[in-house]
């Protein structure tokens, strides 16, 4: 593997990728999405894309263009709400969906990296994860077509403690494609924050691995202990500059009443005396700031 991995532009890095592909793709929601790759890819025309992701972007950002055009075949993923569209191929049978636990999808992705072919887990078990039937594919008419099957459950004692674990496949797939922060020549990469969610263990199922970063440095510049993912598992490095950072859900409330105005002392009372006490029917007013100070509150993750 050449040392230097740097590639000029988003389409060269993913020139390569041919229809059918299975792709690994990091990020977290919105955080960390690889949006200019994911963009190089619709625009090369690649379909019939088989994804694990945790999930698949949202209506016209993220996995959600290549859904939107009819690329993807299939989605492996634990997380599928916040885009409409998405519903709308999977229920009408356009799209095949396999559904996970959000901490057995992120072990699956990092166990293909490991080379362990599968583990166990009690996370599913007693449930239809576990026990198969989960629908994975409609046909147009709304009647399961295709359902997941049983699994292997098995009974063990860590520790003392009996209980059963359910048999869970590791996930190696073609490529991978992800986006950082920053990255070296070399291919060590530095996330912010949520986008390190999925992003290393994506990275590490492929057996390519293209990632975009926003800032590229050279060897050396970014400091070992900083390394969250290294260059072993990076075959390439694109520049793309800042990208646009979106926010998947906003929610807004409704300022709270400012508070009351103070009244002055009464007459014959100094200042920090005791206020009289008002007259029968009479009464006082009493409100507090709000919490936040602005009555707004944006919620969304870093990228």
Not at 14 to 37: E, K, R, T
Request: proline share 7%; net charge negative.
């Amino acid at each position: 593997m050449a040392m230097d991995k740097t590639v000029a532009t988003p389409a060269e890095a993913v020139a390569d990728i041919p229809d059918g592909a299975s792709l690994a793709v990091g990020g977290f929601g919105l955080s960390g999405n690889p949006i200019q790759l994911i963009e190089a890819l619709l625009a090369q025309g690649t379909t019939d894309l088989d994804i694990t992701s945790n999930n698949c972007g949202v209506d016209g950002w993220g996995l959600g263009v290549l859904l939107s055009a009819g690329r993807i075949r299939r989605v492996h993923a634990s997380y599928v709400g916040e885009n409409k569209e998405f519903a709308r191929q999977y229920l009408s049978g356009e799209l095949e969906l396999e559904l996970m636990p959000q901490g057995t999808l992120a072990e699956k992705l990092r166990a293909g990296g490991a080379g362990i072919a599968a583990f166990f887990t009690r996370t599913g078990t007693g449930t239809q994860v576990a026990e198969g039937g989960l629908p994975q594919r409609y046909d147009d008419a709304g009647n399961v077509l295709i359902a997941s099957a049983p699994k292997e459950v098995r009974t063990f004692a860590p520790g003392g403690q009996e209980g059963e674990y359910v048999l869970e496949e590791s996930i190696v797939t073609d490529y991978a494609l992800i986006h950082a922060a920053v990255g070296d020549t070399h291919g060590n990469l530095v996330f912010h924050e949520a986008a390190r969610q999925f992003s290393p263990v994506a990275a590490m199922a492929g057996k390519i691995c293209i990632a975009q970063v926003e800032k590229l440095v050279q060897p050396g510049q970014i400091h070992p202990d900083a390394v969250h993912l290294p260059g072993v598992f990076v075959h390439s490095v694109v520049e793309v500059g800042q990208i646009e950072k979106r926010i998947e859900k906003r929610t807004v409330r409704a300022a709270e009443p400012a508070p009351a105005q103070a009244e002055p002392p009464a007459a014959g009372t100094e200042p920090g005396a005791a206020t009289p006490t008002p007259p029968e029917g009479g009464g006082t007013t009493e409100a507090g700031p709000s919490p936040s100070g602005t009555g707004t509150d944006a919620t969304g993750t870093g990228a």
